[in-house]
């Protein structure tokens, strides 16, 4: 069996991946922090449930941890890196812009010194559709992503290109995964599909940033695992890859399925648009159709309920979460 180490596997996106990859036959080892960002108990739920797959090793740890990462080197041989740890979001990047290039760089920095050291010469980054701020959708991969609206967006382009370094140095393998606006059961507390069904479920005002009509490429966790998988597994040189969904939809489309699954009618706050936010975002996914056979097959309706029916399910718990500001 093949072994590969996962970063962020407490996460959301970690956490689906490290599943799909598991289902694949693959050893999964999975290392995360448990940043408490957003509350830790999501996070060690979705280990536990990892933990039930007899091919899954956990480490608790940083990947800002130089000697942390060596010793997860040194105990196994990895045949490639999914980096999927990172401080996300564009917002609280404002507020510890420091905090997001200790982890997204010089994290993934570690990374590559420790792949260096061993030999390993494949790996997935998890990037972001942050980074296109400032161009007219639908965003391709060609488009010169150079002026930066956040410093997450900004650590995330400084990681793509020490990553760009290291496959030309030392020929590694490298695919750059942008991802687009991701969502699902189990997600982020931190973003808006899990907030607004959260708030809707308790009654309690929608928070929107601007009146609702901003748009966004909602791509569904498992079609991203999906895509991911496949990514690693044609990986070859370096290659930049947009990962998300090529409809995209409103906030307000968004919400009015939220109503439909729960039954609930929404009520809301509407705020001043924030700066560092994009009012579009859409999806060029060319690219993963020709490279990977890869396109998204759960549309936002269906993702929504999917996602309703998971809090349902888990209502009793999730309920006492307090969300982050």
Not at 273 to 279: G, I, K, S
């Amino acid at each position: 069996m093949k072994r590969v180490l996962i970063t962020g596997s407490a996460g959301f996106i970690g956490h689906k991946v490290a599943e799909r990859f598991l289902r694949e036959g693959f050893r999964v080892v999975g290392v995360d922090n448990f940043d408490p960002m957003y509350p830790v108990e999501l996070k060690r739920r979705r280990i536990e449930y990892l933990k039930s797959f007899e091919n899954f090793a956990f480490h608790e740890g940083s990947i800002t941890d130089r000697d942390f990462i060596r010793d997860i080197f040194s105990r196994y041989q990895f045949d490639g890196v999914l980096n999927l740890a990172a401080k996300a979001g564009v917002r609280y990047s404002i507020l510890y812009p420091r905090d997001y290039f200790d982890v997204n760089l010089y994290g993934t920095l570690n990374l590559l010194e420790a792949m260096l050291d061993k030999g390993v010469k494949k790996i997935i980054l998890a990037s972001t559709s942050s980074i296109y701020a400032g161009h007219k959708p639908p965003f391709r991969e060609d488009m010169k992503t150079d002026s930066m609206i956040s410093p997450y967006a900004a650590s995330k382009k400084a990681a793509e290109n020490l990553l760009h370094v290291y496959h030309h140095l030392y020929g590694m393998d490298v695919f750059v995964l942008r991802y687009f606006t991701v969502y699902g059961p189990s997600g982020r507390p931190d973003m808006s599909v899990f907030r607004f069904i959260y708030w809707i479920m308790k009654g309690e005002p929608l928070v929107i940033y601007g009146d609702g009509s901003q748009r966004r490429s909602f791509s569904y966790v498992d079609d991203v695992a999906e895509g991911t998988l496949r990514a690693y597994s044609m990986v070859s040189g370096y290659e930049v890859i947009n990962i998300g969904n090529d409809r995209n939809n409103s906030l307000m489309e968004m919400i009015s399925y939220i109503e439909e699954f729960t039954g609930k009618r929404a009520r809301f706050q509407f705020r001043e648009f924030h700066r560092a936010d994009v009012y579009e975002t859409h999806a060029d996914i060319s690219k993963a159709r020709s490279l990977l056979g890869w396109e998204p097959e759960v549309g936002l309706r269906e993702g929504i309920g999917r996602t309703v029916e998971w809090f349902k399910d888990n209502w009793f718990w999730i309920k006492d979460l307090k969300l982050p500001d």
